[in-house]
């Protein structure tokens, strides 16, 4: 599979609010963070916000979240497809003090590209000739494109 190098999208601190009954982050706020920093990273990378998520796939929960740790979301392009992009999908848990992250959640999110009346319409050169740049390690500024 060819991948892109991983991007951090969204830093979070997990607050009292957000703990569920097992004292843990709760799961369902969690994926409303990985849905946001993927659908932010996928409209962004196709310069459009008319995306919509068309499949999430395995979501694994490797490890819990306790108040007041901090979170880091992660993604990176697996797959650019005719209408869609692919993302795989990290979250980290960060220690302050040693800089160490150890990854907690993981999964893989496709979106979809739509015209107004919400049929898939192709990804743009633009991206394309980025991501082709990007996959031989070359980081292209839009004055490039
Ligand atoms: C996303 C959507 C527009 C796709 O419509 P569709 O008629 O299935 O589209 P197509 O069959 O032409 O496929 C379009 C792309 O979606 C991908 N796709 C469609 N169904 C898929 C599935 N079950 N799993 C993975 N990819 C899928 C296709 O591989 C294709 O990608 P490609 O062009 O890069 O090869 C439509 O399913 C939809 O509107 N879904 C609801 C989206 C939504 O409301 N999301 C939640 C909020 S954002």
Known sequence: MTTCFKQLVTKKIVMAKDIGIHGNLFGGTLMAWLDEAAAAYA??????PNMVT???GELIFKKPLKAGQHVRIYAEVIELGN????LKLEATKY?????EETVVCSTDMRFVRIDDD?????????VRRK???????IEPS???L
């Open 142 to 144: 839009i004055t490039h």
């Open 83 to 86: 209408t869609s992009i692919s």
């Open 43 to 48: 409209t962004e990378y196709c310069y459009t």
């Open 95 to 99: 220690n302050l003090y040693s800089g």
């Open 54 to 56: 068309v499949r999430v």
């Open 131 to 137: 991501h082709e740049l990007r996959l031989k390690g």
């Open 118 to 126: 919400g049929t898939p319409t192709g990804i743009g050169e633009t």
